[in-house]
Every structure is written in C-alpha cells, then in structure tokens.
Nanobody, 113 residues
Framework: QIVESGGRLVQPGVSLTLSCTASGFTFTNYLVKWYRQAPGKERELVAHMISDDGRTNYADFVKGRFTVSRDTTRQTAYLQMNDLKFEDTAVYYC????????WGQGTQVTVSS
C-alpha cells in the first residue's frame, strides 16, 4: 500500500513537502508518479519519475517549483513544492507499483491567504 502525508493549509508563496510511504512491495523496483485533483476537476499528472536515477518529468504548471525525490531506504518518495499558488490547492496522490496499480488515499493541500 501507499500512504501520502504532509498536506495542510498554507499561505501562497510558502514551501511544503509531501511524503509517499510504501509498504508491502519493494519500492525500489518501481517508479513513482504524483497526481493531484482539485475540486470539480479531473485528476492530473504533476510529476512522473522516468528512471531509477531520479530523472523526472514535470507538468508545465509546476516545472521549476516542484521536485520529486526518493529515499529507498525509507521506502518513501517526496514531492517538494515551492512557491505554492492558490491553484495548487488539490488532493495530491502518489502512484506506484506494478503497472502503476497502487494508489494512496491522497493528502489535502490548501493554499489560501
């Protein structure tokens, strides 16, 4: 399973790091994707780790602000989010496992002044 954490209410411009902790499967064998879903909108891909060495593709709307990393010893991936904007408000999901079949329950990020 996957468990996301770290989401909370923040003001615009601040930074926040989300965690994605895996259990029950060997995290190092799989790549990681981060998605988000804002109220009334479809789920969208935020970042997609494309290789074991950490190379990641980012959606244009987060490029330069968000960074994905992974600590394989802790079975945890991270989404570092800088300069948060109102439009970053969403539930953030981590996705991994065989054929990207494993999803977490999501963690809520709210950007509000």
């Amino acid at each position: 399973q996957i468990v996301e954490s770290g989401g909370r209410l923040v003001q615009p411009g601040v930074s926040l790091t989300l965690s994605c902790t895996a259990s029950g499967f060997t995290f190092t064998n799989y790549l990681v994707k981060w998605y988000r879903q804002a109220p009334g909108k479809e789920r969208e891909l935020v970042a997609h780790m494309i290789s074991d060495d950490g190379r990641t593709n980012y959606a244009d709307f987060v490029k330069g602000r968000f960074t994905v990393s992974r600590d394989t010893t802790r079975q945890t991936a991270y989404l570092q989010m800088n300069d948060l904007k109102f439009e970053d408000t969403a539930v953030y999901y981590c996705n991994s496992g065989a054929f990207y079949s494993i999803w977490g329950q999501g963690t809520q990020v709210t950007v509000s002044s």
